[in-house]
């Protein structure tokens, strides 16, 4: 399969992106790009959410400072409560 095709952009700004470049990269409806410009090039780049592995050594070291300074779960459900109020 080829690395190249062509397509165009509708009077909304939609580009679609041709179905044997979708088949390869095995995109779904739904995925979403972070989109990079300048001069005359545009890169769409795929993005994903991060898996929650990729978030536990954040977690792990969010409790440690916690713990270090003294935080405990109450303080933070009652922090949680003020933001929510002052809405």
Do not use: C, H, Y
């Amino acid at each position: 399969m080829s690395n190249l095709a062509t397509t165009k952009m509708s009077s909304k700004g939609q580009v679609v992106i041709p179905e044997n470049i979708r088949k390869r990269l095995k995109l779904k409806p739904g995925i979403q790009f972070v989109v990079v410009g300048d001069k005359d090039v545009v890169i769409l780049k795929t993005i994903s959410p991060p898996s929650m592995k990729e978030f536990d050594p954040l977690i792990s070291d969010a409790r440690k400072q916690a713990k270090k300074v003294g935080l405990k779960k109450s303080d933070l459900s009652a922090e949680i409560a003020e933001v929510r109020n002052q809405k």
